[in-house]
């Protein structure tokens, strides 16, 4: 499935295509109901829940501060504050590694302003097993891209979040993921994939790296992708009666409905 580009008469086509990859992966769930954007999928006997969207027509955006200037910590936060405000939380995940604190630790931008610059740093742990990579989305695009090839050529991004491993680089899955691996976790993710979709992912079971990326590059036909993080992968689908809540987080993504918008 390619999807045209959203610019002029094809807007209205490219919305459809994307709309026929997210109902294509309700059809691949063994089990329970799809909503608008988010699907039960069983892939290679685990299983997850993927969430589609498409960047030239849903309001994609990074979330970290509430208003009292601290993080907001949870999903369920999130919703409130913006609830306040008039507007819909109808989809969130956690979206990118952080400290004890709660800020990001490598690259994060919020409405074009840069909250933590990139970490560049190789080393042992997940975030900083080359290559990483960074999520980002722009005005009506969004993508996950190699951090040394953003920082390259930065893209005109209105959000940034950087995070690691990358778990499929231009097709092939990250050099360092290994089909033995054993380490198996709860574990959530982001890819740019076939027809322009952003798609979301998080294990409903423990899963290794592996199945991870294969799921991404296999299953949902991503081109790159990037790995979120694990243990504390939370999301928040209430067309899904899911909203997880299991440890204060730090950066969110979210897709937002404002007042008075249909689904």
């Not at 079971?205 to 790995?227: H, I, M, S, Y």
Request: aromatic fraction near 8%.
């Amino acid at each position: 499935m390619n999807c045209p580009a959203a610019t002029g008469q094809r807007r209205g086509s490219r919305r459809r295509c994307v709309a026929a990859l997210t109902f294509a992966l309700a059809l691949g769930a063994a089990s329970g109901t799809a909503s608008a954007a988010c699907a039960p999928k069983d892939f290679d006997n685990a299983k997850f829940t993927v969430c589609a969207f498409d960047p030239a027509h849903d309001d994609i955006r990074l979330f970290l501060d509430g208003p009292d200037g601290k993080p907001y910590g949870s999903l369920a936060a999130l919703a409130a504050a913006l609830k306040a405000k008039g507007e819909t939380l109808v989809f969130a995940m956690n979206a990118g590694m952080f400290g004890a604190d709660r800020f990001p630790v490598g690259l994060y931008v919020e409405n074009r302003m840069r909250l933590h610059k990139a970490d560049t740093r190789g080393g042992a742990t997940n975030f900083h097993m080359k290559p990483n990579g960074v999520f980002w989305i722009g005005d009506g695009v969004a993508g996950v891209t190699e951090t040394s090839r953003y920082l390259a050529q930065t893209p005109p991004a209105r959000y940034a979040t950087q995070s690691g491993p990358m778990l499929i680089v231009e097709g092939r899955i990250h050099p360092k993921i290994k089909p033995g691996g054993t380490s198996q976790k709860i574990r959530n993710g982001v890819g740019a994939c076939e027809g322009g979709a952003i798609v979301f992912a998080i294990a409903d079971e423990p899963v290794t790296f592996d199945a991870f990326a294969r799921l991404f590059r296999d299953g949902l036909k991503c081109q790159n992708a990037l790995f979120l993080d694990g243990s504390v992968s939370s999301l928040y689908a209430p067309e899904l009666g899911r909203d997880d809540e299991l440890a204060p987080i730090g950066p969110i993504v979210g897709v937002v409905r404002p007042r008075g918008q249909s689904e």
